[in-house]
């Protein structure tokens, strides 16, 4: 990062963090002061509710000992308010006539009398009491509560902050804003005694003329440098010319700098919003499938809470080689418009669905919108590239979708406990068409008559899955990884954890995932490659990822989850970038007659394709045998392709490289 982006990013962030942790302690300083008296009123009104009802069966003549299913309504009354421990029915002697007790407490927890609130009504028959309703509150209801406060509001904190970030980048994007930048830029370097030339910036005005006034000096600078080496090289006189040569160095004078366009900076805001809109539902999607869930043409309860998700990423991956050849001809810029509106009635559709069938059809909707974005953003990048910067403009469109991975199910799960899933999808459409009118100030519009370029064929599949090495990297490394991303993480943890904790707790574990690949990812893709070293990280890495199922029958939730989640981000980080840099390598080597693109296109069909999989196959064995097993199933299979794309690479170092036909 420049120095100039570091230092403005810097002031904000501390800016940004300073207000935000002040209004953090004092909002959760107040709630704690207003939780323990919210929760003694909460248990006295439930107390004086079943008084009540107890009171007027006594007048009906029916006694303490005559009442029938007492617990029937006590069990309601402690399932429906997690917070009790127990609630009892006793005499005035203290003997109890009915109680029930909550299993989400120990044993020990219901009987540790110093450790719990109690609160109580009177049963009133006749205007005498008869007995009492007792209603437990174990103190660590509120530890737990006020914990879970500060766990939300740190996760609000630190996405705020992101989200901030991402909106100062995107206005720095915008004309104005880009020549105040470019400006100080120039000086900053110019003070370091840097005078490699930037980029041209377009404009007018005042800022702009000083832009050109300070690149017009640097241009200078140049040309009366080479015109005084000219002149030395040909008077003879090496001691000038090693002179110029050191100030030259000195003042990089001959090197070149590699910077972002500022036109390839403006996408980041648009994709950002967009699959931040997506990762928002990550939560509690399944949950809410598994609310309409119904069996479906003899198709498993587990199978139908799949399917909705399963054909959204059948559509993305599927989707991806007609529409890149479709957004490149469409134009880029139309098409992340179009493809956000498209989310946006999506998520509406979502969020009004009544059963599996609308939901379906407009989770199908969202999908096109997300594939058609996510085409359209990366060709958008790589059509503005070459070779020097390609890198640079991906790692923009990655970070943005790493820190919507990040900021979106934490978010996602608070809004969801709060006001419910409708509510949340809601809010998703409104973010992607914050999105949609990003993409619409800021990307600039499309050049008609675009050709585009050949994409992915079947019959370059089957010329490049004919050699084991290649074929085990993508259909034994590559597709399990992504199987058990989606299929254990995305689909099967919001599930079970659904059954104990709140959609925030699931927001949390989820954003692991995220936050570790956000930090592997970059410090890995640079150490392979210094190395040269790419099998043995993707072999660990589908190993670690395979042997990450064990946290879940090892520890108790979500502790186990969350552990998966991490170690499966840590896998995944060490195995992703050497296996897409394999990839090339491979086919460089085994097809040089077959362009590179044809087989990153394989290559990105056959893994995308594990995510439509993923669920599917989680979700047919688990109907035909139990969660468990089909959770070691995932990772064997994950270990076993690994091991198996390890042996080949071992094997494919003996064989002679072919020689490319003339």
Same mark, same amino acid.
């Given at each position: 990062?420049?120095?100039?982006?570091?230092?403005?990013?810097?002031? @904000?962030?501390?800016?940004?963090?300073?207000?935000?942790?002040?209004?953090?302690?004092?909002?959760?300083?107040?709630?704690?002061?207003?939780?323990?008296?919210?929760?003694?009123?909460?248990? #006295?009104?439930?107390?004086?509710?079943?008084?009540?009802?107890?009171?007027?069966?006594?007048?009906?003549? !029916?006694?303490?000992?005559?009442?029938?299913?007492?617990?029937?309504?006590?069990?309601?009354?402690?399932?429906?308010?997690?917070?009790?421990?127990?609630?009892? *029915?006793?005499?005035?002697?203290?003997?109890?006539?009915?109680?029930?007790?909550?299993?989400?407490?120990?044993?020990?927890?219901?009987?540790?009398?110093?450790?719990?609130?109690?609160?109580?009504? %009177? *049963?009133?028959?006749?205007?005498?009491?008869?007995?009492? @309703?007792?209603?437990?509150?174990?103190?660590?209801?509120? #530890?737990?509560?006020?914990?879970?406060?500060?766990?939300?509001?740190?996760?609000?904190?630190?996405?705020?902050?992101?989200?901030?970030?991402?909106?100062?980048?995107?206005?720095?994007? #915008?004309?104005?804003?880009?020549?105040? $930048?470019?400006?100080?830029?120039?000086?900053?370097?110019?003070?370091?005694?840097?005078?490699?030339?930037?980029?041209?910036?377009?404009?007018?005005?005042?800022?702009?003329? +000083? @832009?050109?006034?300070?690149?017009?000096?640097?241009?200078?600078?140049? $040309? +009366?440098?080479?015109?005084?080496?000219?002149?030395?090289?040909?008077?003879?006189?090496?001691?000038?010319?090693?002179?110029?040569?050191?100030?030259?160095?000195?003042?990089?004078?001959?090197?070149?700098?590699?910077?972002?366009?500022?036109?390839?900076?403006?996408?980041?805001?648009?994709?950002?919003?967009?699959?931040?809109?997506?990762?928002?539902?990550?939560?509690?999607?399944?949950?809410?499938?598994?609310?309409?869930?119904? %069996?479906?043409?003899?198709?498993?309860?587990?199978?139908?809470?799949?399917?909705?998700?399963?054909?959204?990423?059948?559509?993305?991956?599927?989707?991806?080689?007609?529409?890149?050849?479709?957004? +490149?001809?469409?134009?880029?810029? $139309?098409?992340? $418009?179009?493809?956000?509106?498209?989310?946006?009635?999506?998520?509406?559709?979502?969020?009004?669905?009544?059963?599996?069938?609308?939901?379906?059809?407009?989770?199908?909707?969202?999908?096109?919108?997300?594939? !058609?974005?996510?085409?359209?953003?990366?060709?958008?990048?790589?059509?503005?590239?070459?070779?020097?910067?390609?890198?640079?403009?991906?790692?923009?469109?990655?970070?943005?979708?790493?820190?919507?991975?990040?900021?979106?199910?934490? *978010?996602?799960?608070?809004?969801?406990?709060?006001?419910? &899933?409708?509510?949340?999808?809601?809010?998703?459409?409104?973010?992607?068409?914050?999105?949609?009118?990003?993409?619409?100030?800021?990307?600039?519009?499309?050049?008609?008559?675009?050709?585009?370029?050949?994409?992915?064929?079947?019959?370059?599949?089957?010329?490049?899955?004919?050699?084991?090495?290649?074929?085990?990297?993508?259909?034994?490394?590559?597709? %399990?990884?992504?199987?058990?991303? *989606?299929?254990?993480?995305?689909?099967?943890?919001?599930?079970?954890?659904?059954? #104990?904790?709140?959609?925030?707790?699931?927001?949390?574990?989820?954003?692991?995932?995220?936050?570790?690949?956000?930090?592997?990812?970059?410090?890995?893709?640079?150490?392979?490659?210094?190395?040269?070293?790419?099998?043995?990280?993707?072999?660990?890495?589908?190993?670690?990822?395979?042997?990450?199922?064990?946290?879940?029958?090892?520890?108790?939730?979500?502790?186990?989850?969350?552990?998966?989640?991490?170690?499966?981000?840590?896998?995944?980080?060490?195995?992703?970038?050497?296996?897409?840099?394999?990839?090339?390598?491979?086919?460089?080597?085994?097809?040089?007659?077959?362009?590179?693109?044809?087989?990153?296109?394989?290559?990105?069909?056959?893994?995308?394709?594990?995510?439509?999989?993923? &669920?599917?196959?989680?979700?047919?064995?688990?109907?035909?045998?139990?969660?468990?097993?089909?959770?070691?199933?995932?990772?064997?299979?994950? !270990?076993?392709?690994?091991?198996?794309?390890?042996?080949?690479?071992?094997?494919?170092?003996?064989?002679?490289? %072919?020689?490319?036909?003339?």
């Amino acid at each position: 990062m420049r120095r100039f982006d570091g230092i403005l990013l810097a002031c @904000v962030t501390a800016i940004l963090v300073a207000g935000l942790a002040v209004i953090s302690w004092q909002t959760v300083t107040a709630a704690e002061r207003l939780l323990l008296p919210a929760l003694d009123q909460k248990a #006295r009104t439930v107390a004086r509710s079943i008084s009540g009802l107890v009171g007027q069966a006594g007048e009906y003549g !029916i006694g303490l000992d005559k009442l029938v299913r007492a617990e029937d309504v006590l069990q309601a009354a402690v399932e429906e308010n997690g917070e009790f421990a127990f609630v009892r *029915i006793v005499r005035p002697d203290g003997s109890v006539v009915a109680q029930a007790d909550s299993h989400d407490f120990e044993p020990e927890a219901l009987d540790d009398s110093e450790g719990m609130q109690t609160a109580s009504a %009177p *049963i009133v028959v006749g205007g005498a009491s008869v007995g009492d @309703v007792v209603v437990g509150t174990p103190d660590s209801v509120a #530890r737990v509560l006020v914990r879970e406060l500060w766990l939300d509001v740190a996760v609000l904190l630190i996405v705020s902050v992101l989200v901030a970030l991402e909106l100062v980048s995107f206005a720095f994007t #915008r004309a104005s804003a880009v020549l105040l $930048r470019g400006l100080a830029q120039r000086l900053s370097s110019l003070w370091r005694g840097d005078f490699r030339p930037y980029l041209p910036l377009a404009g007018t005005g005042d800022i702009a003329e +000083e @832009v050109k006034a300070v690149d017009g000096e640097v241009a200078r600078v140049h $040309r +009366e440098h080479a015109e005084l080496r000219a002149a030395a090289v040909e008077k003879g006189d090496a001691g000038a010319v090693a002179a110029l040569d050191k100030i030259a160095a000195s003042h990089k004078l001959t090197a070149k700098r590699y910077e972002t366009p500022a036109t390839l900076a403006a996408v980041r805001a648009p994709v950002f919003l967009f699959y931040f809109a997506e990762e928002l539902t990550r939560a509690f999607l399944p949950s809410y499938i598994e609310s309409m869930a119904e %069996p479906i043409a003899g198709l498993s309860v587990e199978f139908v809470i799949a399917l909705p998700i399963i054909i959204f990423m059948a559509i993305m991956a599927l989707g991806q080689p007609v529409l890149n050849v479709w957004t +490149e001809t469409f134009g880029r810029s $139309r098409s992340v $418009r179009l493809g956000a509106m498209a989310a946006v009635l999506g998520f509406l559709g979502t969020a009004m669905a009544g059963s599996m069938g609308p939901l379906i059809a407009a989770r199908a909707v969202t999908a096109v919108g997300f594939a !058609i974005v996510f085409v359209a953003a990366q060709g958008y990048i790589v059509d503005r590239t070459g070779a020097a910067n390609r890198a640079r403009g991906m790692s923009l469109f990655v970070s943005a979708i790493m820190a919507a991975m990040l900021c979106g199910p934490p *978010i996602g799960g608070i809004i969801a406990d709060r006001l419910g &899933p409708n509510p949340t999808f809601l809010i998703s459409a409104a973010m992607a068409l914050v999105a949609y009118i990003c993409a619409l100030v800021a990307l600039p519009n499309d050049e008609r008559g675009g050709v585009a370029k050949p994409t992915a064929k079947l019959a370059d599949s089957i010329i490049v899955l004919k050699k084991p090495a290649i074929f085990l990297l993508m259909l034994a490394c590559a597709f %399990p990884a992504k199987m058990i991303l *989606i299929g254990i993480a995305f689909y099967y943890i919001p599930l079970d954890l659904a059954v #104990r904790f709140d959609q925030s707790t699931i927001g949390r574990v989820l954003m692991l995932y995220g936050l570790v690949m956000l930090v592997v990812v970059p410090a890995i893709s640079t150490f392979s490659d210094h190395n040269a070293k790419r099998v043995p990280y993707v072999v660990l890495g589908g190993v670690l990822s395979g042997l990450a199922v064990a946290h879940l029958f090892l520890w108790p939730q979500p502790w186990g989850a969350a552990l998966f989640v991490v170690q499966v981000g840590i896998a995944q980080g060490l195995s992703t970038t050497p296996q897409t840099a394999l990839v090339g390598e491979l086919g460089r080597r085994y097809f040089p007659s077959l362009s590179e693109g044809g087989v990153y296109g394989v290559f990105r069909l056959i893994e995308r394709s594990g995510n439509a999989a993923g &669920p599917a196959v989680f979700a047919a064995v688990w109907a035909a045998t139990s969660a468990e097993v089909a959770i070691l199933f995932m990772g064997f299979v994950l !270990i076993a392709g690994a091991l198996l794309f390890g042996i080949a690479m071992m094997l494919a170092e003996r064989e002679p490289v %072919p020689v490319p036909s003339e």
